[in-house]
């Protein structure tokens, strides 16, 4: 391969003063903490309530047991396909209201048919369903939905401004309907996507005429992701009584809730079970195949499935490692080094478009190859090859990711994507990610940590297991899948793998079109479309998400 | 019948050699360096030098053990025997050459010391056991080949350091500076245990090792070394346990065709 520019270059010298080939540099002079903006921030702030409150709070000097946070030098971050840089703490969850939307935004999503409804409208009650009469009900949901009252005398009702990123809209494949749908209901198809992915996601959902809810982040707060569906069931409920002047409470009403919440329900994510103790539409239920369908980077990059495999990539490793696995299993400081390794300071990019350079080269383009052992070797064997040397070339690289997990991510990540991307299959690319993981350990005699390792060891074992209770395809395995469920590090990946599959061969939707047709919807508050630019808006603080509780609170000292 | 005799490790090149022949027990490490058994015990921390040993169980002589076909089998270890407490050493290992890696003196301490249970991080190494038989351990894990005073480390917390730059003296970096290099002697010296508490008597470790003597000492392979690319043997060997775990893993007798 013909040497061209690092990627990650330019980050590197942005972190550290020193050339990034020099291996040798000073430690312990650097001002400790305080070499931070954040952190002196932090403590400013944190004095203060310390003295408020009368208790003591944050104290950076309790870092690296006693010794102080910051004996080494304390990197910016670039975040990749940007040229926003920030402090460590910008990309903790907790800190990013860009990272608190994009999970927001799935958690308070749920897919509803209208179908059923409009069959007991005709032929149980007699009613006339029309265009029209589908716009006027979209209307009224669109008042019922965020808390506003209908049918009923007296009642108490939302604050517009708390709620106010609530509402829905419609999605059909048949494009008679979607004329004749008032504009701002409609999620348009022929508009939204290039005229192929188009054609494919219309033939897919057919007649079919989809409501896509989004209940008001706050909710979710104050809430949890099961309540979407039942939310979302008693408005929707509210809103056919008055649209279509229904009598509360008669059988056929009962009929609406059980098509709502059953029958017609398509959520975001699947119930955990019980020792993860969560309900449908939290982080632990989330297909890989369903996150990679919420990414709409192959909307406008649909030629390019190495940026739409790293764009979801990003956003599953802030909702599954940082959210799920970074608050149940960790908490406080949680999982942010690991997962952001991924989507800060272009080094995947560099180690994906190296390997998709390879790839096209060998295979003669995007889904040429066939599916075989001989293909996962090949490209694992030479990815993994060149992004370990780019570390071990380059000290700087090494320290930027300085614990064995983040480098295992990402070396295995850039192997499964560019494995994805060569035979269009993403079990191949799982195959390429379990390889450079073997590869990776025996060349350092280190990986990540015990578990980390474990999942990675196990995972050739269970690979091709489609048998129900003993795998599924990849897309429709999660981060309960047995053997994923207590590991950071992994499953953003796959789910970018999974991206990256689909997109190569061509396809409009990795498992659902109605997700990617509904993650479309250019209301919504996340940009799915530019995670990456999203979150990096975040980082800068410019980000303003939703759910925020101004209007009921005194202003902010 | 066929007979078993262990390979310990795959691979022809200079890296793989050296994990073969530091995991097979009959090869005896070569000692490079002395430190005292009170040297050993300062550094662990887990008591003074001198001092007795703390138990959790007393002798087992004195215990009356059930009737048991185990434990006529399995001789216990003598920390075992006393009654010792469960203790540890934890090593990190510089990407810098280090001449052991986690996994590889896993393996290593998995075949040449019973009752030490030993783990595996990327940047760190814990091994844990009764109290005796890890400073038993220790020292042969400290003074010998195995251990390089500048790229290998006694660290029982905050760890970070395995992949960052070397200090200007060729040093990897400690966040809590348990040691030091005395440029007098030439020599890395501890004035911290292994869990950051200052020594009242310093603990010398001995000379660093020559650049070129690390590399031939390894077990690490890198870009700027030997690279895992350049052993066939190895490489095959790793393509077929993938392949092996990959379409066998849930029907053992597929392997029969492999």
Not at chain 1, 337 to 360: E, F, H, P, R
Request: a neutral charge; proline letters at 6%.
């Amino acid at each position: 391969m013909s040497e061209r520019e690092k990627l990650f270059y330019k980050a590197l010298r942005r972190k550290f003063k020193e050339s990034p080939e020099e291996k040798y540099t000073t430690y312990y002079t650097l001002g400790g903490w305080a070499q931070d903006p954040r952190k002196r921030e932090y403590k400013e702030i944190a004095d203060n309530i310390a003295k408020e409150r009368g208790i003591s709070f944050y104290n950076p000097s309790f870092g690296c047991s006693g010794a102080g946070l910051g004996q080494r030098v304390i990197m910016p971050y670039l975040i990749s396909g940007t040229k926003t840089y920030g402090m460590p703490e910008d990309i903790h969850f907790v800190n990013n209201a860009a990272m608190h939307q994009v999970w927001d935004d799935v958690r308070r999503t749920v897919i509803v048919g209208l179908d059923a409804a409009h069959t007991i409208l005709t032929k149980r009650l007699g009613k006339e369903v029309t265009p029209e009469t589908i716009n006027h009900y979209l209307e009224v949901l669109n008042h019922t939905l965020p808390g506003g009252a209908v049918v009923q005398e007296h009642m108490v009702e939302i604050d517009p401004r708390l709620v106010s990123d609530c509402y829905v809209k419609i999605l059909t494949g048949d494009d008679e309907l979607a004329d004749r749908i008032d504009k701002k209901y409609l999620i348009d198809i022929n508009e939204l996507f290039p005229q192929d992915q188009a054609e494919k996601l219309k033939k897919a959902i057919g007649k079919r005429t989809y409501q896509s809810l989004h209940m008001p982040t706050i909710v979710g707060h104050l809430c949890d992701g099961a309540t979407m569906s039942r939310w979302a069931a008693m408005q929707i409920s509210m809103a056919m009584i008055s649209a279509y002047r229904l009598m509360a409470g008669e059988a056929a009403v009962a009929e609406f809730a059980y098509a709502a919440k059953h029958a017609e329900l398509i959520p975001m994510a699947t119930l955990t079970p019980w020792r993860r103790a969560r309900g449908p539409n939290e982080p632990g239920g989330l297909s890989f195949g369903f996150l990679a369908d919420t990414v709409q980077t192959s909307r406008v990059k649909p030629d390019d499935p190495a940026i739409c495999g790293l764009e979801t990539l990003a956003v599953g490793s802030i909702i599954y490692d940082q959210y799920w696995f970074g608050s149940y299993m960790s908490g406080g400081v949680g999982f942010t080094q690991y997962a952001s390794a991924v989507y800060t300071d272009n080094i995947l990019d560099d180690y994906v478009y190296a390997t998709t350079d390879y790839v096209k080269k060998k295979y003669g383009g995007f889904a040429k190859a066939k599916p075989s052992m001989e293909v996962i070797e090949d490209v694992a064997t030479f990815s993994t090859d060149y992004s370990l040397s780019q570390y071990e070339q380059l000290p700087a690289l090494m320290e930027t990711h300085f614990g064995g997990s983040q480098r295992a991510s990402v070396i295995a990540a850039a192997s499964g994507v560019g494995a994805a991307i060569a035979t269009g299959v993403a079990q191949i690319g799982m195959g390429a990610w379990n390889l450079s993981m073997l590869l990776h350990k025996e060349s350092l005699g280190r990986l990540g940590f015990y578990g980390y390792d474990a999942q990675d060891q196990a995972g050739p074992a269970n690979l091709w297991s489609w048998r129900s209770d003993e795998g599924l395809p990849v897309e429709l395995r999660g981060v309960n899948y047995p053997n994923y469920a207590m590991n950071v590090g992994h499953s953003g990946e796959y789910a970018g793998i999974v991206a990256a599959a689909h997109v190569a061969r061509g396809d409009a939707w990795c498992v659902n079109p109605i997700i990617k047709v509904a993650f479309a919807d250019p209301s919504l508050k996340f940009d799915w479309v530019h995670p990456r630019q999203c979150l990096a808006k975040g980082v800068l603080r410019e980000y303003v998400p939703a759910g925020l509780r101004d209007s009921i609170i005194p202003p902010l000292r | 019948m066929s007979t078993y005799s262990p390979q310990f490790y795959p691979g022809t090149t200079q890296p793989a050699v050296n994990r073969s022949k530091y995991i097979n027990p009959r090869y005896t490490w070569e000692k490079l360096r002395s430190i005292s058994d009170e040297d050993i015990v300062t550094l662990l921390g887990h008591r003074k030098p001198g001092e007795a040993y703390s138990t959790v169980h007393p002798p087992l002589e004195e215990m009356k053990e059930p009737d048991c076909p185990i434990r006529k089998l399995v001789e216990p270890t003598p920390g075992a025997k006393a009654g010792d407490r469960v203790r540890y050493v934890q090593l990190t290992d510089s990407v810098y050459l280090s001449p052991m890696a986690p996994y590889v003196r896993t393996w290593a301490v998995n075949w040449r010391y019973r009752g030490l249970d030993a783990g595996v991080l990327s940047g760190r190494n814990p091994i844990e056991g009764r109290e005796r038989d890890v400073e038993k351990a220790t020292k042969e894990l400290i003074e010998t080949e195995v251990f390089d005073p500048a790229r290998t480390a006694v660290r029982g917390y905050t760890v970070h350091g395995h992949a960052l730059r070397l200090d200007e003296n060729g040093l990897m970096f400690d966040a809590v500076r348990r040691y030091a290099f005395d440029k007098e002697k030439g020599v890395v010296t501890y004035i911290k245990d292994q869990i950051g508490v200052p020594l009242d008597k310093n603990v010398e470790v001995g000379k660093p090792l020559p650049e070129e003597e690390l590399k031939k000492r390894t077990v690490q392979f890198r870009a700027d070394h030997i690279k895992i690319t350049d052993d066939k043997d190895l490489l095959g060997f790793i393509n077929r346990i993938f392949e092996l775990r990959a379409r066998s893993g849930f029907n053992p007798e597929e392997v029969k065709s492999l």
